[in-house]
Structure formats: structure tokens, C-alpha cells
């Protein structure tokens, strides 16, 4: 029967749509199998480890307002006896020297080197003692120097071409020069630094800490730098100045001390 409804022409569509749902009926729709349903383990827990979210701390101790800065090391090490203590009072103990373009002097308890407008070059040497480990320390007073000009100390010094410069300027520098056979070079050349006052009148302490081939240098008991230098293993103490020229220029030295010093 449902063969010959498949033969019948065209109809309309409401007979279509009954024809379609008869057919339907036919041919039953055959019903899946049942499937099972896969046994899912219930989780196993697994061990996590234990989150400190407050660590143990030892007991809270207030830090104070401003924290104390820790101490710079003392560099002077190994300091003894005072061996030289130089106030001035004697012109015997130093070669002293007068030029056409300045002169150096004993006056009250300080040597005083000077100059007119004209630029120049004066040194002055102590008389002994010859020293090899020591640490020396001056009083400078610049009373009138401006710019470039320089000042300071002569260490280990043998001959008028062979000494060590410790120098400082004017304008806020200081280098150590090295003259050997009177042929000049700077194991330490020009190196700005805070310790020292700029311009004239000022008043600051120079000292150096020789041990062997070691030197190093201060400012103000600020420590300024090393050198390790061991072309002139000994020799006197001396004075210099500087001036480049065109105006007046003194500077004056003081209370000059010397201590041995034990490696």
C-alpha cells in the first residue's frame, strides 16, 4: 500500500505533508543502544605544601631616624713616635730663595712664599732629616692665589730634579708629579675634589702616608688617592708654589709635623 502512494502524481501540499508523516509511519526508526556510562574515579588529593603568608620575623626594633653612617677606615695605619715637629721659628732649617719673580721667607711661626705680577716657580728644601717611612702633615694658608695657581708639598726629595710635587690649586685640585733626573711626569694627574677650599683666604691641612712604594694622600683628613711609586725610596721634605702670572700670589706654611710609621 505504501508502494502505490509513492506512484500518485503531484497534490497539493497539505496532502504532501500528510503523505510524508504516513510514510513516517511506515518505516519505524530503529532505537540506539544503550550505552554505559564510564565510572569516573572520584579525585584522589594530592599533598600541596604549606604557604607561609607570615614568615616568623624576629622582634621588630624601631631603626632609628637618621642611621648612623659607617666609619671611612682610617688609612693612616701604623703610626708612632713624633719625630719632627717644625714651627718656623728657625731660617737656619730650610734653604730659602729670592728671584726676580718671588721670594720665600721665615716670618711668625711660618714660611711664606710670594709673589709679585710675574708668573714663577719657587721651592725651598728642609734640611733633613732624610726620611723613608714616615707621615708628614702641614698646615697651608693661601692668602692671595686665584685660577691655576698651585702650592704644596715636596716629599722624598734628593736633588733639585729628583723629588716627589703633592700639589694643589687654586681652583679646587690636586695632583702628585714626579720629577726624576729632572724630567717631570704625573702618576696622578689633575683631580677635582671637595676637600679643598677654593680661592684665597683659606686655610686646609696637606699630609701624606709614605710606606715603601705606597704613598697616600690627604686633604683635611679626607683620604684622596693612592700611588705606588718606588723611584725615590727616600729623601728630605720641601715647599713650593706657582704662579701663572699677572697677578699677585703668597701662600703661607705652618705647624709642620712628622711622625714614623711602622709597616
Not at 65 to 87: C, H, K, N, Q, V
Not at 114 to 140: C, H, K, M, N, W
Not at 208 to 231: C, L, P, S
Amino acid at each position: 500500500m505504501c508502494k502505490s502512494l509513492l506512484q500518485l502524481k503531484p497534490v497539493t501540499t497539505c496532502f504532501l505533508a500528510f503523505l510524508i508523516l504516513f510514510l513516517t509511519a511506515c518505516f519505524p526508526t530503529a532505537t540506539p543502544a544503550p550505552t554505559e556510562t564510564p565510572t569516573v574515579p572520584a579525585p584522589t588529593a594530592v599533598p600541596t605544601a604549606t604557604i607561609v603568608w607570615f614568615p616568623p620575623t624576629p622582634t621588630f626594633t624601631p631603626f632609628p631616624t637618621s642611621p648612623p653612617a659607617s666609619p671611612t677606615p682610617d688609612l693612616r695605619t701604623g703610626l708612632g713616635a713624633l719625630i719632627l715637629e717644625d714651627t718656623f721659628s728657625q731660617s737656619t732649617d730650610w734653604d730659602l730663595n729670592i728671584t726676580g719673580a718671588g721670594s720665600s721667607a721665615i716670618g711668625v711661626n711660618e714660611l711664606t712664599i710670594a709673589f709679585q705680577e710675574d708668573s714663577g716657580y719657587l721651592y725651598t728644601f728642609r734640611r733633613g732629616p732624610l726620611l723613608t717611612d714616615f707621615y708628614a702633615e702641614i698646615t697651608v694658608s693661601p692668602s692671595l692665589c686665584q685660577g691655576e695657581d698651585e702650592y704644596g708639598l715636596l716629599l722624598r726629595a734628593v736633588s733639585d730634579g729628583d723629588f716627589y710635587r703633592y700639589s694643589v690649586s687654586c681652583s679646587g685640585k690636586v695632583r702628585l708629579d714626579r720629577l726624576y733626573h729632572s724630567q717631570a711626569s704625573s702618576p696622578q694627574p689633575w683631580l677635582i675634589t671637595g676637600s679643598l677650599p677654593i680661592g684665597a683666604p683659606s686655610q686646609f691641612k696637606l699630609a701624606v702616608w709614605a710606606v715603601g712604594k705606597e704613598m697616600r694622600y690627604f686633604i683635611n683628613d679626607d683620604y684622596q688617592f693612592t700611588i705606588e711609586e718606588g723611584t725615590l725610596p727616600s729623601g728630605s721634605l720641601g715647599l713650593f708654589a706657582h704662579s701663572t702670572g699677572g697677578h699677585s700670589m703668597t701662600v703661607n706654611f705652618s705647624d709642620l709635623k712628622v711622625y714614623e710609621v711602622h709597616p
